[in-house]
C-alpha cells in the first residue's frame, strides 16, 4: 500500500508512468523499502503504462484529484498508526488484561475488543452470564409442542463475536494452544466441527472473564485437563 502511494503521488496518471525513466521509478519505489518492488518492477510499470488504453481526456484535474486522495489516505495511514500504537500502550499497562495478554490466541486487536465490549466485569456473577452477554448462549425456540434446532442467541456485539471466531480459528492451527487441544477433543468425541468451534469461543469468553476479574495469571491447564501451551 505504501508503496503504491508513493508512486501514484510521484506519477499520478498512466500516461506520467509511460513518459517515465525507469531508473526514475525505480528511485521512488526505493523510498518505501520492500524486497518485492526493483528494477524489473519499475521497468514493467513502464511497460503497463504504455499499454494503457486511458484516453487522457482531463489529465490534469484527474491527476490533482488523485494527489489529493493519496494525501488523505496517507493521512488516514497515519492517524490509524497512532491509534494502534496508544491502543498497545493502552494494553500494555492495563492490569486487567495482564491474563489476555498471555494468551497466545489472542492478539492485540482481539484483547481490546474483550476489554471494551465486555466492559466492567466485576458485574457478573459468573462466567455463564459474561457468555450470555456475548450472545454465545444456546437459544432453542420453541412453539408448543414444536422444538426447533438449538442456535447461539446472538445477544450482545456482533464485533465481540467476530473476534472470538477468528481467535477460536487461530487456536485449531496453534501448536500447544490449550483452545485447539479443548476443540481436537471435542470432534472426537463426535460433536460437529462447527459446534466445536463455538464451544470453544465461549471458553474463551469464560476464561478472558474470568482473567480479568481475579487479575491471575493465564493457566491453559484450566482450559484443558493436561494442556500446558505451547
Given at each position: 500500500?505504501r508503496?503504491?502511494?508513493?508512486v501514484?503521488?510521484?506519477?499520478?496518471?498512466?500516461?506520467?508512468?509511460?513518459?517515465?525513466d525507469?531508473?526514475?521509478?525505480y528511485?521512488v519505489?526505493?523510498?518505501?523499502?520492500?524486497p518485492h518492488?526493483?528494477?524489473?518492477?519499475?521497468?514493467?510499470?513502464?511497460?503497463?503504462?504504455?499499454?494503457?488504453?486511458?484516453?487522457?481526456?482531463?489529465?490534469?484535474?484527474?491527476?490533482?484529484?488523485?494527489q489529493?486522495l493519496?494525501?488523505?489516505?496517507?493521512?488516514?495511514?497515519?492517524n490509524?498508526?497512532?491509534?494502534?500504537q496508544?491502543?498497545?500502550?493502552?494494553i500494555?499497562?492495563?492490569?486487567g488484561?495482564?491474563?489476555l495478554?498471555?494468551?497466545?490466541e489472542?492478539?492485540?486487536k482481539?484483547?481490546?475488543v474483550?476489554?471494551?465490549?465486555?466492559?466492567?466485569?466485576?458485574r457478573?456473577?459468573?462466567t455463564?452470564?459474561a457468555?450470555?452477554?456475548?450472545?454465545?448462549d444456546?437459544?432453542?425456540k420453541e412453539?408448543?409442542q414444536?422444538?426447533?434446532?438449538?442456535?447461539?442467541?446472538?445477544?450482545?456485539s456482533?464485533?465481540?463475536?467476530?473476534?472470538?471466531?477468528?481467535?477460536a480459528?487461530?487456536s485449531?492451527?496453534?501448536?500447544g494452544?490449550?483452545?485447539?487441544?479443548?476443540?481436537?477433543?471435542?470432534?472426537?468425541?463426535g460433536?460437529?466441527k462447527?459446534?466445536a468451534?463455538?464451544?470453544v469461543?465461549?471458553?474463551?469468553v469464560a476464561v478472558?472473564?474470568?482473567?480479568?476479574?481475579t487479575g491471575?495469571n493465564y493457566?491453559p491447564s484450566?482450559?484443558?485437563v493436561?494442556?500446558t501451551?505451547?
Amino acid at each position: 500500500m505504501r508503496t503504491a502511494l508513493a508512486v501514484l503521488k510521484a506519477y499520478p496518471s498512466a500516461q506520467a508512468i509511460a513518459q517515465a525513466d525507469p531508473e526514475a521509478v525505480y528511485q521512488v519505489l526505493r523510498t518505501v523499502p520492500s524486497p518485492h518492488f526493483g528494477h524489473p518492477t519499475a521497468h514493467q510499470l513502464v511497460a503497463l503504462a504504455k499499454e494503457s488504453v486511458s484516453s487522457g481526456r482531463a489529465l490534469s484535474g484527474r491527476a490533482t484529484s488523485l494527489q489529493i486522495l493519496c494525501d488523505q489516505l496517507q493521512h488516514t495511514q497515519t492517524n490509524l498508526s497512532r491509534l494502534e500504537q496508544e491502543l498497545e500502550e493502552f494494553i500494555t499497562t492495563d492490569p486487567g488484561t495482564k491474563g489476555l495478554q498471555q494468551m497466545p490466541e489472542l492478539g492485540t486487536k482481539t484483547i481490546a475488543v474483550l476489554r471494551a465490549e465486555l466492559g466492567e466485569v466485576e458485574r457478573f456473577a459468573c462466567t455463564d452470564q459474561a457468555i450470555a452477554y456475548a450472545g454465545m448462549d444456546i437459544k432453542i425456540k420453541e412453539s408448543g409442542q414444536w422444538k426447533g434446532q438449538a442456535k447461539l442467541s446472538k445477544r450482545g456485539s456482533g464485533l465481540l463475536r467476530q473476534m472470538l471466531y477468528l481467535a477460536a480459528l487461530r487456536s485449531i492451527h496453534l501448536k500447544g494452544s490449550a483452545f485447539g487441544a479443548y476443540y481436537q477433543h471435542l470432534v472426537e468425541r463426535g460433536l460437529a466441527k462447527m459446534s466445536a468451534l463455538m464451544a470453544v469461543m465461549r471458553k474463551m469468553v469464560a476464561v478472558a472473564t474470568s482473567l480479568m476479574q481475579t487479575g491471575e495469571n493465564y493457566d491453559p491447564s484450566k482450559v484443558w485437563v493436561g494442556a500446558t501451551g505451547p
